[in-house]
DNA sequence: CCAGACGTTGTT
DNA sequence: GTCTGG
DNA sequence: CCAGACGTTGTT
DNA sequence: GTCTGG
């Protein structure tokens, strides 16, 4: 699955990989857990670009009673997300890209979870495949959520986890956002794992595990204790 | 028809 | 809001 | 995802 | 054990 993220690209890195029409005003994050704010890249309808909009990780379903009540929708499997109550409006209407450095997966151990970072073998930036909704409060305020889409793991994270996040590659952003019907064949057909030979996975410290610690520590490669009975290294 | 759910993950 | 179950 | 709380009453 | 908060 994908519970744990960072993003730690300059702004006008992003600006510019993203065609984004205003070069957001953004601090690097090391460590961004569900419930938290993510940066989320969708269409400007105002304009050929893309805007970057802040999205609160956890998707509320709009004819939710409750946004703090239920449980948290952080993730929809691709599988199935268009038929999906919860996601099906959100999906067919609403999509996004969430840029990341990285996503964090964790291995369940005698003695506690080890936290591993996943990222692109060059470290630049890419995007998880996102839906997103809006909840309207009984005032004029609106709470915009979203989940990240998820996919059977691939090479890398296998050892780790059996789901990952979807990736979708640049040349697909387009597809991505089109909501023509008849491109629908063509917008599922990118819902699939990334091949293994984009990532890289390393142990990271247990700190990471609290969503207090935020800082490029959580980057850091540290010496694995059970380091050989996996190839995660490439 | 109305009532009630609406989700993923991991684990059993 | 929309679908499923009764 | 993991970490941390998990409760009421009355008083300051 | 289960829920909430980050």
Partial sequence: ?????????????LAERFYLDVV????PRYNIAPGQDLAAVVPNPGSAGRLLR???WGLVPPWSRDPAAGPKLINARSETVREKRAFGEAFARRRCLVPVNGFYEWQKRDGGSQPFLIRRRDRDVFALAGIWERWQYPGDRVLETCSILTTVANGVVRPLHHRMPVIIPQQDWRQWFSLDEAQQEAVMALLKPAPADLLL??????????PAFDDPACLEPVADDRKGQLNLFG
């Fill in 201 to 210: 996975a390393h142990p990271v410290t247990r700190r990471v595990n609290s």
């Fill in 54 to 56: 802040a999205f609160r």
């Fill in 24 to 27: 957001p005003d953004l601090l």
């Fill in 1 to 13: 699955m994908c519970g744990r993220i960072n993003l730690t690209a300059a702004p006008h890195v």
